[in-house]
């Protein structure tokens, strides 16, 4: 028997209104709804279950370094960097908070986006090994 955390299954991801943000998941990132009630909604994205929790006002699953830089707690992975600008351009379309695509000294690209609520998430242009081989 193996031992060993394989993978991460769920993430939780704080809202204030679960009915507009799972819509918005659906709609803006293409997630794909299992569950929903009127304190959470289960959707499938990017090999996982996101669980969107209904929280209260102002939370955010966003945190603070140590030099006081508000950080994501969840990066995305594309194939690259034609996948990287292209999901990008289509973000900006779909009329969401993105950055700019950054150069942050480690391989690859990467650009920060937001949802309804604020949370921020990172998507990356490095595709983890594993994964290489699903696409």
């Known amino acids: 028997m193996n031992n060993k955390l394989l993978r991460v299954g769920t993430s939780y991801i704080p809202v204030s209104n679960v009915g507009l943000s799972s819509e918005w998941y659906i709609n803006k990132l293409g997630a794909e709804l299992s569950y929903k009630d009127e304190d959470k909604a289960i959707l499938n994205l990017a090999n996982q279950s996101l669980f969107l929790v209904r929280a209260k006002d102002g939370q955010s699953s966003n945190f603070y370094d140590i030099h006081g830089e508000e950080r994501f707690s969840m990066t995305f992975e594309v194939n690259g960097l034609v996948a990287l600008e292209n999901i990008h351009k ?10 700019e695509i950054e150069n942050r000294g480690h391989a690859g690209r990467n650009f920060v986006f937001h949802d309804l609520d604020g949370n921020k998430f990172d998507v ?8 290489l081989d699903l696409v």
């Not at 289509?90 to 950055?99: A, M, P, T, Y």
């Not at 990356?124 to 994964?131: D, M």
């Open 124 to 131: 990356w242009s490095e595709l983890s090994p594993k994964f």
């Open 90 to 99: 289509d973000f900006l379309e779909k009329e969401i908070k993105v950055g």
